[in-house]
C-alpha cells in the first residue's frame, strides 16, 4: 500500500496510507490527512491516485509544495520521492507506487527499427552522397546567378 511518512521534525514518523481516489492533506480537520504544523495551509495540497499513477496538486498553499527541493503545482510523484508540504518533509513509499526509473524506462522504451542500406550510399561513403553533391552544385549557382544580377543592375544604375 502506497504511504506517505514524515522524515523529521515534532511529527516524525506520522504515517498515513493513501487511498483510491483523491487524497487531501492539510491543517482542517475535513481533510483525510491532517498535519498539525504551522507551515501547513488549510487545505494545502492533494494525491489522486489514478491508473496513470499518483498525481500530486498543490491548492493554492501560503508556503508550496516541492518534490525532491523543486516547487511544484501539479506532478506525478515516484516511490522514495520527498515532498515537503509547507516545511514538512514526508516521503511515499510502498510497491504499488511506480519508481521513476521505471517510468523514465517505459518512455524511453523504442521499438525496433531496421535501416536499410542503399548500394549506391556504400560507394558515396567516403566522399559525400551524389544527392549532396547535386545541392551543394545547385547552391553555387544560385549564388552566382544572384552575383551576376546585382553587378547588372549596378552596372545600369552607374551608366546612363
Known sequence: MACLTVMNGVLRGQKYTLTDGINRIGRREENNWVLADGSVSGTHCEIEMNPAGFLLRDLGSTNGTKVNDVPVK???????????IGEVPVTITGDDVPLLSEQLDAQLA?????????????????GGSPEREHGNKVWIAV??????????????????
Open 110 to 126: 523504442v521499438p525496433r527499427t531496421t535501416i536499410a542500406v542503399r548500394p549506391d550510399a556504400e560507394a558515396a561513403a567516403d
Open 74 to 84: 501539479e506532478k506525478f510523484i515516484y516511490r522514495d520521492d520527498v515532498i515537503y
Open 143 to 160: 549564388v552566382v546567378l544572384l552575383i551576376l544580377v546585382i553587378a547588372a543592375l549596378a552596372a545600369m544604375l552607374i551608366i546612363p
